[in-house]
């Protein structure tokens, strides 16, 4: 027996069906999934400058003094560094007594009698035997080193004041602590080694008139990154007594050796061994 639906409910069920479809078409659609942002890269490590080299030398001769060591890879391993001496403060710089000007790490400037010139000369140091921190480790064919003269102070510049020679009978020459040794790991190339050449640059007069004196000495500026020894750590040092602070080199590569003018910080030569 066949049942017929009124047309009341026929149009109801009509309408509903049609809501229904409605509905769905208004549904809104799903989030699209954000797109992967890959992580920013990090910034890079300042290059270290004289006070920061100091600071890690400081680090280090303090562990060294404690007999402690610091655990894990060493950050400063491939640092990019800046380092500036300056020298020649107060005049010319005369060798060490018993002591030869030749190959000792020291930059200095001479002044012929000639009156005309000023010779600014760096002969790195033949450390292959062993440095102030020790004997020479293995894995180097060449270890030649600069030192870092008044490690005590953090300022890239002359001394503001002027030596009075008068006031107090000359002081002993005070022990040097902190040096910077160009590496090279064996089997590398020979080519551009800096540590195996000596560095000179002539200030020469205009004119008639005698060369001025530099009124704030030169600077040397070293540049590279700074190279772990065999243990992995950039700076090793070496306790010789407990009553004076121990005795420290950074290991570094070295890709750019220059002077400078101590009061206007211009280039007078620069040298890329690497």
Not at 18 to 25: D, E, H, I, Q, R
Not at 39 to 59: F, H, M, V
Not at 139 to 155: A, H, Y
């Amino acid at each position: 027996m066949a049942f017929e639906i009124n047309a009341p409910l026929r149009t109801a069920a009509i309408l509903f069906s049609a809501g229904v479809l409605v509905a769905g078409c208004d549904r809104p659609a799903e989030p699209a999934a954000a797109p992967e942002v890959p992580a920013a890269p990090a910034p890079p490590s300042p290059t270290l400058d004289r006070g920061s080299i100091l600071a890690a030398i400081d680090a280090a001769a303090s562990d060294a003094a404690a007999g402690v060591a610091r655990p894990g890879p060493d950050p400063l391993v491939g640092r990019t560094f800046s380092l500036r001496l300056a020298f020649g403060c107060f005049g010319p710089q005369a060798p060490t007594p018993g002591e030869s000007a030749d190959r000792d790490g020291t930059p200095r400037w001479s002044a012929p009698d000639d009156g005309r010139t000023i010779r600014l000369t760096l002969s790195p140091a033949d450390w292959s035997a062993g440095d102030v921190s020790g004997p020479a480790p293995d894995g180097f064919d060449t270890l030649s080193g600069v030192w870092i003269n008044q490690p005590w102070m953090r300022s890239e510049a002359c001394p503001a004041w002027s030596v009075q020679e008068a006031e107090a009978p000359e002081a002993p020459r005070p022990a040097r602590v902190a040096a910077l040794v160009m590496v090279r790991p064996s089997g590398a190339s020979r080519v551009g080694r800096s540590g195996d050449q000596t560095f000179t640059h002539v200030v020469r007069t205009q004119g008639e008139a005698p060369v001025a004196r530099p009124a704030l000495g030169y600077r040397l500026v070293l540049e590279g990154r700074l190279a772990g020894w065999a243990d992995g750590r950039v700076i090793r040092c070496r306790v010789v007594t407990p009553e004076r602070p121990p005795a420290c080199a950074v290991g570094a590569t070295v890709d750019r050796v220059a002077f400078e003018d101590g009061a206007t910080g211009a280039i007078l030569s620069e040298w890329r061994p690497g």
